[in-house]
């Protein structure tokens, strides 16, 4: 049985250290870590399978899910989905509308502030 943690409280901002961004094996690659606008089903596989990739050479991979878990991040982050972060116990706390927005804004703050 799938059990959700609920989180303490709402973050507002990173609750760990982004310093493994510095070696971020994915950068320049966020069109496979972020879903475009209506993915299909098919392509989402796809773009996961290649992402996943990414992550298994990164060398932030155990800090990356830390902080995507403990953010409750949209996208695919150290290695996981978004859904498997949800089984896990970490859902996103974003709503389903504007979560692309959300998360390129996230994606965009994170990289801005590793630089
Ligand atoms: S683990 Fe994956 S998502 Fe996280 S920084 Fe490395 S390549 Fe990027």
């Given at each position: 049985?799938?059990?959700?943690?609920?989180?303490?409280?709402?973050?507002?901002?990173?609750?760990?250290?982004?310093?493994?961004?510095?070696?971020?094996?994915?950068?320049?690659?966020?069109?496979?870590?972020?879903?475009?606008?209506?993915?299909?089903?098919?392509?989402?596989?796809?773009?996961?399978?290649?992402?996943?990739?990414?992550?298994?050479?990164?060398?932030?991979?155990?800090?990356?899910?830390?902080?995507?878990r403990?953010?409750?991040?949209?996208?695919f982050?150290?290695?996981?989905?978004?859904?498997?972060?949800?089984?896990?116990?970490?859902?996103?706390?974003?709503?389903?509308?504007?979560?692309?927005?959300?998360?390129?804004?996230?994606?965009?703050?994170?990289?801005?502030?590793?630089?």
């Amino acid at each position: 049985m799938l059990e959700i943690m609920e989180p303490v409280e709402t973050p507002t901002g990173p609750v760990s250290s982004t310093e493994w961004m510095d070696v971020a094996a994915c950068a320049g690659h966020s069109d496979l870590f972020f879903a475009p606008f209506a993915e299909r089903p098919e392509a989402r596989v796809r773009r996961e399978a290649a992402a996943r990739v990414i992550c298994q050479g990164c060398v932030g991979l155990s800090a990356c899910r830390a902080y995507a878990r403990g953010n409750r991040e949209l996208g695919f982050w150290g290695g996981e989905s978004e859904s498997e972060r949800a089984e896990a116990g970490f859902p996103p706390t974003t709503p389903i509308i504007g979560r692309k927005r959300v998360a390129e804004q996230r994606a965009r703050d994170a990289m801005a502030n590793a630089s």
